[in-house]
């Protein structure tokens, strides 16, 4: 078990850039998370995954984020047209997909745009 | 809307002493609970968790009390620790789909002293 790997740990980029996180879950684990927490808050829901079929999507996800993930395996999610709002850490979870559990979390990549 | 509410930011305890963090929840489905705790830069680290036919789960120094009718659960830490100190997160899930997703609260800043 090496645990939820996410990449990058951090990233700077200016407004209206494009940026893609990648996240490889736990490997037996079918199901995949992804949140965003800024200071002071907890971490929000954006969207998940059941093996390779994104089931939820949060009102949050706006038309500028996408998520995929190919094969059920790693899961990216893209941020096209960065806005200043959008500078948060981005957390990526899964867990093993039977009844209720825990999820299991990665570092987090911390996005700033300036 | 506030589903899952911590209303202390911050608590301070002096080592050695118990810790008691407080969760309170507006949504009558949930039906499993869970601590994370989490470190600056880290991603939040599973703690201890109920489920909702229970009103008390104890794992070594942590133990997690559910009070249904008041809709209100807490975290003691006995005795806490100077490693204790992080910010504490309260979850909740079974709102309802299928996606277990977790709902967090804003956290509790825990403080222990030596």
């Known amino acids: 078990d090496t645990g939820v790997s996410q990449d990058p740990r951090h990233k700077i980029t200016k407004r209206g850039q494009n940026v893609t996180f990648r996240c490889d879950p736990i490997?037996?684990?079918?199901?995949l998370y992804w949140y965003r927490q800024t200071l002071g808050q907890g971490p929000e829901f954006l969207t998940y995954?059941?093996?390779?079929?994104?089931?939820?999507k949060s009102r949050l996800l706006s038309d500028r984020f996408s998520a995929e993930r190919p094969k059920g395996s790693f899961s990216t999610l893209e941020i096209q047209r960065t806005e200043q709002g959008d500078s948060a850490m981005y957390l990526c979870a899964s867990s093993v997909g039977q009844g209720d559990e825990k999820l299991f979390f990665g570092s987090g990549t911390q996005l700033s745009v300036l | 809307d506030q589903q899952v509410k911590q209303n202390s930011p911050s608590l301070s305890v002096q080592e050695g002493r118990i810790s008691i963090l407080n969760c309170d929840y507006t949504?009558?489905?949930?039906?499993?609970f869970l601590w994370y705790k989490k470190y600056p830069a880290e991603g939040p680290t599973f703690l201890i968790s109920i489920s909702s036919i229970k009103d008390k789960n104890e794992d070594g120094r942590f133990t997690v009390f559910l009070n249904k009718s008041a809709k209100h659960l807490s975290l003691h830490i006995v005795p806490s620790q100077p490693g204790d100190s992080a910010v504490y997160f309260c979850?909740?899930?079974?709102?309802?789909?299928?996606?277990?997703?977790?709902?967090f609260g804003t956290g509790t800043l825990l403080a222990v002293q030596p």
């Open positions: 979850a909740a899930s079974g709102e309802g789909g299928a996606t277990n997703k977790l709902i």
């Open positions: 995954f059941q093996n390779e079929a994104q089931l939820e």
């Open positions: 490997s037996e684990h079918n199901r």
């Open positions: 949504n009558s489905m949930f039906d499993y």
